[in-house]
Nanobody
Framework: QVQLVESGGGLVQPGGSLRLSCSAS????????MGWYRQAPGKQRELVAR???????DSAAAVKGRFTISRDDAENTVYLQVNRVKPEDTAVYYC????????????????WGQGTQVTVSS
């Protein structure tokens, strides 16, 4: 089994910053990509940013230039640096991983963390 654990959320003032972390553990053969998604009350879950095993990144237009995704391969950890936050950034942020669990099984599986709350308020 694979577990994803997020941390780093909390209350932050508009214009402030925080750093989210997500660590993957368990039966991991290789990670194809990891990403961050968020879901605000009454809204659909949306992609925030993702990073592939090759280091290719993508981010949503709403956060481009403010949020940065990065990874630490040795620790199977992905980070989201969140800068110049706005009230509309308030949401539960979820970590996602697309990965293989063994050498013999060629399929990629998706896993989700339980989420970490980010609240932007003065």
């Amino acid at each position: 089994q694979v577990q994803l654990v997020e941390s780093g959320g909390g209350l932050v003032q508009p214009g402030g910053s925080l750093r989210l972390s997500c660590s993957a553990s368990g039966s991991i053969f290789s990670i194809n990509s990891m990403g961050w998604y968020r879901q605000a009350p009454g809204k659909q879950r949306e992609l925030v940013a993702r990073i592939s095993s090759g280091g290719i990144t993508d981010s949503a237009a709403a956060v481009k230039g403010r949020f940065t995704i990065s990874r630490d391969d040795a620790e199977n950890t992905v980070y989201l640096q969140v800068n110049r936050v706005k009230p509309e950034d308030t949401a539960v942020y979820y970590c996602n991983a697309e990965l293989r669990t063994s050498f013999r099984d060629l399929r990629n599986y998706e896993y989700w963390g339980q989420g970490t709350q980010v609240t932007v308020s003065s």
